[in-house]
């Protein structure tokens, strides 16, 4: 599909560079944090029929139709850690071995449309034989809606606990928009993705005490003490002001 787009583009251009090279990656919609994310396990696509249409590299959605649910290993070293759901959508010009078509808003353009994501019940999901007519149950949070989705963009869609080791899944639909994606890492990153929401490691940042007089490294240890909970407190203010 991808190769078919670009060959029908370069044969309109007289620059003859390796077909690869024109995906601009450098200014992904989202880089996935090394380490930190997973991939779907299992992708199933599903309409509304008896027919199940077993697991996909692809995910296929439609109008009021097609939905594609996607099953995530959480490992148990991820026990009740913060995860979050990310839907990323890079340009054409942006992937690599991926593509896709996109419908936005029920008209024949890459315009803005919308996508909901429904959470199954934890330790459930799809299996290969899950059809339209056997979802699984759903699960505790209310299914999310993110308008003006269009190619070019990240969307985080749900942040919560991980669970304790097991099966997160979760539904990609919509009401008027049509989509057909390669679910793929290769830069940029195209699909449905948990995220590790890994804490920030980074400390206020602490002055070094190794030019000072020594009359002053002894009092370090209190003094560094001090700094680090004034750094606090004006951190917590930062957030009280955001809030
Ligand atoms: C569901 O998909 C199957 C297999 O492609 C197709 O035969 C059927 O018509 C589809 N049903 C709906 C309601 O889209
Ligand atoms: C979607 O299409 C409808 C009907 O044409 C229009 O009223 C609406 O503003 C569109 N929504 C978006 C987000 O473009």
Not at 15 to 29: E, F, G, K, M, Y
Not at 89 to 101: A, I
Not at 134 to 157: E, I, R, W
Not at 218 to 230: K, L, R, V
Request: hydrophobic share 35%; charged share 10%; net charge negative.
């Amino acid at each position: 599909m991808k190769s078919i787009i670009l060959l029908a583009a370069s044969a309109v251009t007289t620059i003859a560079i390796p077909l690869q090279l024109r995906a601009d990656t450098s200014q992904c919609p989202f880089y996935l944090p090394d380490g930190n994310y997973e991939f779907p396990h299992l992708i199933v696509p599903t309409n509304k029929s008896d027919i199940a249409l077993g697991n996909s590299y692809f995910a296929d959605v439609s109008p009021n139709n097609c939905e594609t649910i996607f099953n995530f290993d959480i490992p148990s070293s991820r026990t009740n850690q913060q995860c979050s759901v990310y839907f990323t959508f890079p340009r054409h010009d942006q992937l690599v071995t991926s593509d896709f078509k996109w419908n936005g808003n029920n008209t024949n353009t890459e315009g803005p449309g919308s996508l909901q994501l429904v959470q199954y019940a934890y330790n459930t999901g799809a299996t290969e034989t899950t059809t339209g007519n056997t979802k699984p149950p759903l699960g505790p949070d209310p299914p999310v809606t993110l308008n003006g989705v269009a190619p070019g963009s990240a969307y985080k869609a749900w942040t919560g606990s991980c669970g304790t080791s097991g099966v997160m899944s979760w539904g990609l639909s919509s009401t008027d928009s049509s989509l057909v994606y390669f679910q793929d890492w290769n830069p940029c990153a195209i699909g449905l993705w948990v995220v590790y929401e890994v804490q920030p490691q980074s400390q206020p940042q602490q002055p070094s005490c190794g030019q000072c007089p020594d009359s002053k490294k002894s009092n370090h240890a209190a003094w560094m003490q001090a700094y680090t909970g004034a750094a606090k407190m004006d951190m917590a203010a930062a957030m009280g002001a955001m809030a």
